[in-house]
């Protein structure tokens, strides 16, 4: 009998994006995109490998390697084997951290005051 081990915790924030990418694994290429990412790894909707396999994604006119380390029938989740700190996947990674808009409630919450009603304190 195996035991699960328990999941690792997350070493960098997952921040949504879409970017559409070409996936090489040993045999086929397949388009995809990257709805999930961060300096660590990716999900990549689309497009489906072996675990373990050893992939390429293509983007902006560079390679960035990566190991499946989930797979289902339409996505996987990959790891990159040295983090991510340039090139475009890195540039749209920022970018989409930088497009995070403030929420309203969050603004709304910044600019009130500490009591309830019509009513401030005297």
Known sequence: MTHAQPARPRLHKRTPI??????????????????????????????????????AIHYGGEVVYATVI??????????????LTHGPLYRALETARAAVPTGPAQV??????????????S
């Open 18 to 55: 879409a970017i559409e990418v070409t996936v090489n694994g040993v045999l086929n290429h397949v388009d995809g995109r990257i709805t999930d990412l961060s300096e660590g790894g990716a999900r990549i909707d689309g497009a489906s490998l072996p675990v373990r396999s050893r992939c």
């Open 70 to 83: 989930w797979s289902e029938r339409d996505r996987m989740g990959v790891r990159f084997p040295f983090e």
């Open 108 to 121: 709304f919450a910044q600019s009130r005051t500490s009591f309830f009603g019509r009513r401030g304190l």
